[in-house]
């Protein structure tokens, strides 16, 4: 399988050091795998962290600047950051107003930041842990203990960064995040597999003709394998599975989003089979993106993440941000 790499071994630190020549406004410590905003804390500003393993770029360090998070921390592909990456980070973003930490729910991840927020707990740092769960696909899988956290991620890491811009505390931003993910559910799917470096080759076989409904992002297996549809059937399909568990007669903040190998141009007729549907059934999307926000290397394929606004969460959404993958409003 190709790869635009040197070694399966240095993947992660070359890429970081492309991200701190491409981003100078981007503090890059390539030894320790942490990314955070070059201008250091702001005091008494709620420091936001994140992180996962590589490969779903630009999931996170692509939502690191004004209005997001203030530091992100890749681990290897598809392998969780370890507790000193993300107490590093915790130091890092401590501006006196304490720490809220956005975790998907994958189990490594959630163990690692537990360790880490003990630890800064230890230094006198105060640590909320916010944990993403809006996948609908599974309830358990090969990663998780319950619903994988998925595309709701960005739009968690986006409210609650727009509250700690305006000086909210940590209670107050904690509350924010935790209403955007009990308000945003996702549901994914797969028309091919990707290709870790270090294994070279794909991670699961597809046939021909065959797509996998309800795909994690890490290639894990979905409900289940059918063969491939039409872009309006598969809208169907997402927004069925959302809609059993999620309202969708209202104002809707919604993402359609390519899983890293799907063009723009099929990720547009999809948003629009998307959109059609959601009107169809009530709703009405007010708010959208669609572009590749959380990937999975160079799958094909695509999520939908939709997530239920209130007239503050559509405030906080419209609020400036200003991170290489993601900029509005300055």
């Known amino acids: 399988m190709k790869k635009l790499i040197n070694s399966p071994d240095t993947v992660v630190t070359q890429a970081l050091q492309g991200v701190a020549a491409a981003h100078p406004q981007l503090k890059v410590d390539v030894e320790n795998k942490v990314i955070t905003r070059a201008g250091g804390p702001r005091t008494g500003k709620v420091g936001l962290v994140s992180g996962g393993g590589s490969g779903h770029e630009p999931l996170h360090g692509g939502f690191v600047g004004y209005g997001m998070l203030d530091a992100a921390c890749p681990g290897e592909v598809f392998t969780s950051p370890v507790p000193d990456q993300m107490l590093i980070a915790t130091r890092a973003v401590n501006g006196g107003a304490g720490v809220l930490h956005v975790v998907k729910n994958y189990t490594g991840d959630v ?8 630890l800064a707990e230890d230094e006198g740092i105060e640590v909320v842990p916010i944990i993403t769960n809006d996948d609908v696909a599974v309830e358990d899988s090969l990663y998780t203990a319950g619903r994988r956290g998925t ?59 065959e797509i996998e409904l309800g795909i994690g992002i890490h ?86 993440t939709v997530g239920q606004l209130t007239d503050t969460l559509t405030r906080l959404w419209d609020a400036p941000v200003d991170t290489p993958a993601l900029r509005w409003g300055r």
Do not use: W
């Open 111 to 118: 163990l690692n930041f537990q360790m880490a927020a003990e």
């Open 151 to 209: 595309g709701a991620t960005v739009f968690v890491e986006k409210i609650a960064g727009a509250l700690a811009e305006e000086g909210a505390d940590l209670g107050t931003v904690a509350a924010g995040a935790r209403e955007v993910n009990e308000r945003s559910r996702s549901f994914g799917v797969a028309l091919s597999s990707c290709v870790v470096p270090a294994a070279g080759k794909p991670t699961f076989e597809l046939g021909d003709s």
């Open 219 to 304: 290639g894990e297996p979905g409900r289940t394998r059918t063969t491939h549809s039409t872009a309006s059937d598969l809208a169907a399909v997402a927004l069925d599975a959302i809609g059993a568990d999620l309202s969708l007669d209202t104002d809707l903040l919604v993402m359609v989003n390519g899983m890293g190998g799907t063009p723009l141009i099929e990720l547009y007729l999809l948003f629009n089979e998307v959109r059609q549907q959601v009107e169809a059934r009530g709703g009405r999307v007010a708010r959208n993106l669609v572009g590749n926000y959380i990937t999975s290397l160079e799958m094909q394929g695509f999520s939908v």
